[in-house]
């Protein structure tokens, strides 16, 4: 009986012990900032005009999980945030037209790490490109 009373004692300790430690991620106190910039062409792919681009889903992805984690929109100024991070890895990302086709979307990522748990990152503005027709 003693046996089975420490080994449930430890298996409980160890499962503590591991669920308490964590990576990227909501839970924190820590902020992703950044802009969407984009440069609006033409259905000839001249450029047109130029600005901050509101309403643009920004995507961020945490530590190395396999595919999106989250996505918020650009308020009116082109500005986003992803607050409430953890310390860890992470790649933002938005998308942007190729002009050569006009069928196919790129990506452009930045990755970054949190290494305070109460960091506020400003990434450098994303540069994109748009269609206006």
Known sequence: ??????????????????????????????????????????????????????????????????GVSDNVDTDYKGEFSFPYLRKGDYTVFVYSKVLINNTLDTFISQKVTIKDRTESITLPKFRIFTLKN
């Open 1 to 66: 009986m003693r046996l089975f009373q420490f080994t449930l004692c430890l298996l409980s300790s160890s499962i503590l012990f591991f669920a308490c430690k964590k990576g990227s991620g909501e839970g924190g106190r820590a902020t992703i900032k950044g802009s969407v910039y984009a440069i609006n062409h033409s259905n000839t792919f001249i450029p047109v005009d130029s600005g901050f681009l509101g309403d643009a889903k920004v995507f961020i992805k945490y530590g190395d999980e396999a």
